[in-house]
């Protein structure tokens, strides 16, 4: 199967998405491999099977979201000048969100700008973060403030590689599902309530519908000015709680559906989503083991930490809220109380 992501603004250029449709290919150019040990010792070698190249390199970086960073970053950049790669060689990502993130940015910044492979191994990096030229790293201000908009030049899908991730990867890459289909489709939503996406076809399903919906939004609005930025739906609470924990303590995706429970609070303050939407939203989630609760010892400070999100402007916070099931609120200038109210529910929670 294949997605298709086209671009209204024409600014860059258009690509497919392909879903176990990968076959054997030759690069007649330079090309290194960005993974992680854990990956490498998975599939490297079923890669290698399919990837061939006038010289091909394996650049191995540490695997976690706390080494997303400057450090490795640098490390991927001084293996490209050591093997004296050109503007015309490539970088292809081979492995989840922090991979592919990275070897991205890498590859938007060196010489200005080098072409790039997704191969996602990941639920979560299959259905989001392969798709849409998101790159960037960490800093300790905040996930993701140092990046850019990089898009690749192919994604390659291959569920093959999904066999091996660990049930909390995998619950991960659900609440990503979930994000889309609270915002953009009530049918897809009612579809995971009673599918079990640990049965290849539901999962299949599940993916193909993700992409579908990815693609057409990041289609319509590159750089987020618009509706890219409802995918950020529970993102705003997650970065925080990333940031807060070290990014050690949850895997991203249950992050997100922790702050997704956080926005579901304030959207039902608001009356944008009402308690029986909260709870089936809830229940899918709590049905892939996901966390749903955290204990916020700092209202104040949580509040604070919004501001040094990328989707802050003007010293204005703006929410991604669900509108019931299906639908999406953009809201700014929400009262401080109100969402230092919703902030202090959590305070007892764990």
Same mark, same amino acid.
């Given at each position: 199967m294949q997605t298709h992501i086209h671009f209204e603004n024409r600014k860059s250029v258009d690509y497919t998405i392909y879903i176990d449709e990968m076959e054997k290919m030759h690069f007649d150019t330079k090309v290194a491999i960005v993974t992680n040990p854990k990956v490498a010792g998975l599939h490297l070698s079923k890669l290698l099977e399919k990837i061939s190249a006038k010289e091909l390199y394996i650049i191995t970086v540490k695997d976690g979201e706390n080494y997303k960073n400057q450090e490795s970053l640098d490390y991927i950049l001084e293996n490209l000048f050591n093997h004296r790669f050109d503007r015309n060689s490539l970088l292809i990502a081979f492995g989840g969100g922090v991979v592919g993130d990275m070897t991205g940015f890498a590859a938007s910044v060196f010489q200005r700008g080098i072409d790039f492979i997704q191969i996602p191994t990941t639920l979560l990096s299959q259905v989001d973060a392969s798709v849409g030229g998101?790159?960037?790293i960490n800093n300790r201000f905040g996930k993701n403030l140092i990046g850019a908009f990089y898009q690749p030049k192919a994604v390659y899908i291959e569920t093959e590689f999904l066999k091996t991730l660990p049930e909390r990867e995998f619950g991960a890459g659900v609440a990503e599902i979930v994000k889309m289909a609270v915002t953009f489709d009530? %049918? &897809?939503f009612q579809f995971l309530e009673y599918a %079990?996406?640990?049965?290849?076809?539901d999962l299949a399903a599940a993916i193909r519908k993700s992409?579908?919906?990815?693609?057409k939004v990041v289609g319509e609005d590159e750089k987020e000015k618009g509706i890219r930025a409802v995918l950020n739906y529970g993102h705003t609470f997650a970065h925080v709680i990333e940031n807060i924990t070290g990014y050690s303590r949850y895997l991203h995706g249950e992050a997100v559906a922790i702050g997704?429970?956080?926005a579901n609070r304030l959207a039902q303050r608001l009356g944008f989503l009402d308690d029986e939407e909260a709870l089936r939203i809830q229940k899918v989630l709590e049905r892939y083991h996901l966390p749903v609760s955290f204990k916020i010892e700092d209202p104040e400070r949580f509040y604070d930490a919004f &501001?040094? %999100?990328k989707?802050?402007?003007n010293e204005t916070i703006k929410f991604i809220l669900p509108y019931h099931i299906g639908g999406y609120e953009m809201v700014r200038g929400v009262d401080r109380?109100?969402?230092l109210s919703v902030l202090r529910e959590f305070d007892s929670e764990d």
């Open positions: 998101k790159t960037g009530a %049918d &897809f %079990d996406l640990h049965q290849q076809s992409v579908e919906t990815k693609a997704m429970v956080m &501001f040094l %999100d989707k802050s402007e109380a109100l969402v």
